[in-house]
């Protein structure tokens, strides 16, 4: 079965850092592009970091120069350091990534994971 699973969210005091993870398993010939989403009460879920698969990467402005998303092939991993972290950045985080599998490509998502900034 394929799958994503999210680890390392929480909570932390404004101005400090968190790091999640994200690592596909199943019968995965290869993964596209990669990306954190994240979703607050009330508010639809927004784009926050992707990389595709040759390493270029984009961010949700808001985020630029206090997140950094990269990824390891090698363990079909995608990772997103979350620093200076702000209580407007609360939400719950989730994983995407376009799988190839042997049912062809089809986009996949985490079960999320909660990051709460709060004093």
């Known amino acids: 079965q394929v799958q994503l699973v999210e680890s390392g969210g929480g909570l932390v005091q404004p101005g400090g850092s968190l790091r999640l993870s994200c690592a596909a398993s199943g019968s995965i010939f290869n993964i596209n592009a990669m990306g954190w989403y994240r979703q607050a009460p009330g508010k639809q879920r927004e784009l926050v970091a992707g990389i595709t698969s040759s390493g270029i990467t984009n961010y949700l402005d808001s985020v630029k120069g206090r997140f950094t998303i990269s990824r390891d092939n090698a363990k079909n991993t995608v990772y997103l350091q979350m620093n200076r972290l702000k209580p407007e950045d609360t939400a719950v985080y989730y994983c995407?990534?376009?799988?190839?599998?042997?049912?062809?490509?089809?986009?996949?998502w985490g079960q999320g994971t909660q990051v709460t900034v709060s004093s």
């Open positions: 995407n990534a376009e799988l190839h599998t042997y049912r062809g490509y089809a986009s996949y």
